[in-house]
């Protein structure tokens, strides 16, 4: 089960969003990840979090609307990392987690719906680029996933429509 | 005719589809439906999923492609405990007999996503003098925002515009009964502004 006290405060990571927090009282959640790809970040020394909810592969060199700053996963990521190092994290320190890339459509609809496997390839391609090392992965499959960092810990936890939380 | 433009009209097609699909739930259901004027959009659609409760639901429905003239997608979800209410209904047994997706509730919502999402389908068609064959349903039991993220992103991954048509259902309670949920793919809207203009 995960660890939320009572105080905990929720802080929901829509699409296309990014959010940063050093506050031990934050819990960041992208709720249902579909084809999507939640990015949990964790600095143990700086002890600052950050998740990301990135929607499409590639901005193909596109300008990227403000709005939804981690709509992609090449200009996200390098976003996520930039405001990462703005508030103090050290990227040699980072534990980076990631989750989703699901085909939710289900078997039959898996060949059409490829979205998922492509942001997948296209995030730890990314990650790989600026030296990250990826501490633990739970992609692919047919199931959305909820996926929350807590800033007290740093830890990371799954869920399913089917299953409860597990740390990932 | 631009994205914006192509609207209102289809407004009134998406209007006459959800009557039709409304029509098709009231008669499997055998009980008077309600239907809101579809909400039609271009972007982003986090908030599509409040009517069925928001960000942490989770739904049972159905999903259909669309191929033929245009390609495009429909959804019909239902609040796990509205979709097990409405297996109930169409079974003719006793509120509460059916506890969870079973076999034979999955039937029951498959056949449900046929009709409803056909009939919004043959009401599209008709009106633009299209031709247009829904897929067999795929029953899902999942969370809402999964689902309308992912056909949000596979829409938006073909580049262009991504419009989504939503419908509400209620029932006599006033409760959400479903959620049906349409986008073409980018592709169509040239062939949809043509012929809705």
């Known amino acids: 089960m995960t660890t939320t006290t009572a105080e905990a405060r929720r802080i929901s990571v829509g699409i296309g969003q990014l959010a940063l927090s050093r506050d031990p009282r934050d819990v960041l959640v992208a709720y249902g990840l579909g084809s999507c790809v939640g990015i949990s970040c964790w600095d143990p020394e700086a002890k600052v979090a950050a998740l990301a909810h990135i929607l499409l592969p590639s901005s193909e060199g596109k300008r990227v609307d403000d709005r939804e700053p981690a709509r992609f996963a090449d200009s996200g990521i390098d976003l996520l990392l930039q405001r990462l190092a703005e508030a103090g994290a050290v990227r040699r320190r980072l534990i980076v987690k990631v989750a989703g890339g699901a085909a939710v459509l289900g078997a039959a609809n898996a060949e059409k719906f490829k979205i998922g496997v492509r942001n997948a390839e296209a995030i730890t391609e990314r990650l790989k680029h600026h030296g990250i090392r990826v501490a633990a992965a739970d992609l692919g499959g047919t199931k959305g996933r909820t996926m929350e960092l807590h800033v007290a810990t740093g830890k990371t936890f799954v869920r399913t429509a089917a299953s409860p939380a597990s740390e990932l | ?197």
């Open chain 2, 1 to 197: 005719m631009a994205v914006d433009e192509l609207i209102p009209a289809l407004a009134s097609v998406a209007a006459d589809g959800a009557v039709r699909a409304g029509r098709g739930l009231s008669g499997l259901m055998g009980q008077e439906i309600s239907i809101h004027v579809p909400n039609i959009r271009v972007g982003t659609k986090n908030d599509a999923c409040d009517a069925v409760g928001g960000e942490e639901t989770v739904v049972i429905g159905s999903y259909l492609s669309i191929s033929g003239d245009i390609t495009g997608h429909v959804m019909l979800l239902f609040p796990e405990p509205r979709a097990l209410e409405c297996v109930d209904l169409m079974m003719g047994q006793e509120p509460g007999t059916t506890t969870g997706p079973d076999e034979m509730a999955c039937s029951a919502i498959s056949e449900l996503g046929n009709i409803v999402g056909s009939a919004f389908v043959n009401a599209l068609a008709d009106h633009l003098n299209l031709v247009l064959h829904p897929s067999p349903p795929q029953v899902l039991h999942e969370m809402a925002i999964a689902l309308v993220e992912s056909v949000y992103a596979e829409v938006l991954s073909q580049g262009g515009d991504v419009v989504m048509m939503d419908a509400v259902f209620e029932d006599q309670k006033g409760r959400t009964a479903g959620l049906l949920i349409v986008a073409p793919d980018p592709a169509s809207l040239g062939a949809l502004q043509r012929v809705a203009a």
